[in-house]
């Protein structure tokens, strides 16, 4: 089976520091998406690329993460500098979305960033 | 303000009987929902959908019912099993679509042997 690819899986490091988080999406899907999951948000959904083109990241704190797609097997959700309050699981998923958003194809998720700042 | 809510945090049931797991939503745009399984340290894998032209979508023990009136669904595993173990996420998307998925918060079932 496919699989969304996400590395690291764990990230332990220290406030002020960059984090770089990577994804590679399923072969063929057009659609690149990032959530944050933390216990009391549950999962939100930060940004997503249609064809590398960014389409939404309302959900993303502008100041310090940036996300972008240098190309089609990669995805990049940066934070810099970290705080304490970024610790969370992010997670990557991918999907074969139709013109105009039409689709009743699933989202597929990669097993997540564990991310801990000190 | 949550638009899609799961209100039970946690579920337990006993192998072999019906798990019945809930799901409201407030969005009237909503026309597209699904149900995820999470597993410790995996991502969410998709389970089953449905689309609210329907009430109703079965594949195998997963049954989800939707009731559009009260804005509400719920997912059916029939008979459990002790893999079934898992917190269930319930999604929702609008325009027909899986783009810009609003999931609610989980909800953790166990079942017991």
């Known amino acids: 089976d496919a699989r969304v690819t996400q590395t690291p899986r764990h990230k332990v490091t220290e406030m002020g520091q960059e984090v770089t988080m990577r994804c590679q999406p399923i072969l063929g899907h057009n659609t690149v998406f990032w959530y944050r999951q933390t216990m009391m948000q549950g999962l939100e959904l930060l940004a997503y690329?249609?064809?590398?083109?960014?389409?939404?990241d309302s959900g993303m704190p502008k100041d310090r993460f940036s996300a972008e797609m240098p190309d089609a097997t990669l995805a990049t959700l940066k934070i810099q500098p970290s705080e304490p309050r970024d610790s969370a699981v992010y997670f990557c998923a991918s999907g074969l979305i139709r013109q105009g958003g039409y689709s009743n194809q699933p989202q597929h998720f990669g097993d997540g960033t564990r991310l801990s700042i000190l | 303000d949550q638009q899609v809510k799961q209100n039970s945090p946690s579920l337990s049931v006993q192998e072999g009987r019906i798990s019945i797991l809930n799901c409201d939503y407030t969005n009237s745009m909503f026309d597209y929902f699904l149900w995820y399984k999470k597993y410790p340290a995996e991502g969410p894998t998709f389970l089953i959908s449905i689309s609210s032209i329907k009430d109703k979508n079965e594949d195998g023990r997963f049954t989800v019912f939707l009731n559009k009136s009260a804005k509400h669904l719920s997912l059916h595993i029939v008979p459990s099993q002790p893999g079934d173990s898992a917190v269930y996420f319930c999604a929702a998307g609008s325009q027909g679509g899986s783009e810009k998925l609003v999931f609610g918060k989980g909800t953790k079932l166990t079942v017991n042997p």
């Open positions: 690329f249609r064809n590398r083109a960014p389409l939404d």
